[in-house]
Antibody
């Protein structure tokens, strides 16, 4: 079955960097676009970024554009989120999620990881 | 900005009664080429990731009980729980995934037992 396991969350000071990982298994990783979605404490869901199935296209929410970079390594079945210039408002649980249809970014999320907590605080 | 607005923000329903959640998109999510509405519904229980319930506005995900149903087209959508069970207490989100970016969620609707 599809399994997504995030890692890399921690407490980090404002302005610093952090890289999150999402290890995927149970499906053909390079057939599916992958997303990052975050949820601030007690708040709703916010889409962060998507990378196409082949890694050639990436898109970002305005709130993270220019600071975050999404990427994937198909040889390791792993999704990444490089987060630079972190701000207090980036504090959230970060989920990776799989697109529900192969080879398109325009799809629902049919599988989600358990999330990893990023806390930005001095 | 494209906005997804859910109503109500919260509702309390008696066990066995119907719960109805509305979602309105500021732009249509209907793709005329395939006549599909790019709208999904998710359920999130405390401490858990979201779970997909409905996609293409009305297609139930495998394993989701048939008391959950989705309807609507264009800009107005509804999630209905026909007979509320205790395990349905959760926050429900709609999501548009048409013409992204951005991919947008509604603000969430909290469902409780009356």
């Amino acid at each position: 079955q599809v399994q997504l396991v995030e890692s890399g969350g921690s407490v980090v000071q404002p302005g610093r960097s952090l890289r999150l990982s999402c290890a995927a298994s149970g499906f053909t990783f390079n057939n599916y676009a992958m997303h990052w979605v975050r949820q601030a404490p007690g708040k709703g869901l916010e889409w962060v970024a998507v990378v196409s199935y082949d890694g050639t296209n990436t898109y970002y929410a305005d709130s993270v554009k220019g600071r975050f970079t999404i990427s994937r390594d198909s040889s390791k079945n792993t999704l990444f989120l490089q987060m630079n210039s972190l701000r207090a408002e980036d504090t959230a649980v970060y989920y990776c999620a799989r697109a529900g249809l192969a080879q398109t970014i325009m799809a629902h999320h049919d599988s989600w990881g358990q999330g990893t907590l990023v806390t930005v605080s001095s | 900005d494209i906005v997804m607005t859910q109503s109500p923000d919260s509702l309390a329903v008696s066990l066995g009664e119907r719960a109805t959640i509305n979602c309105k998109s500021s732009q249509s999510v209907l793709y005329s080429s395939n006549n599909k509405n790019y709208l999904a519904w998710y359920q999130q229980k405390p401490g858990q990731p979201p779970k997909l319930l409905i996609y293409w506005a009305s297609t139930r995900e495998s394993g989701v009980p048939d008391r959950f149903s989705g309807s609507g087209s264009g800009t107005d959508f509804t999630l209905t729980i026909s007979s509320l069970q205790a395990e349905d207490v959760a926050v429900y989100y709609c999501q548009r995934y048409y013409n992204i970016p951005p991919l947008t969620f509604g603000q969430g609707t909290k469902v409780e037992i009356k």
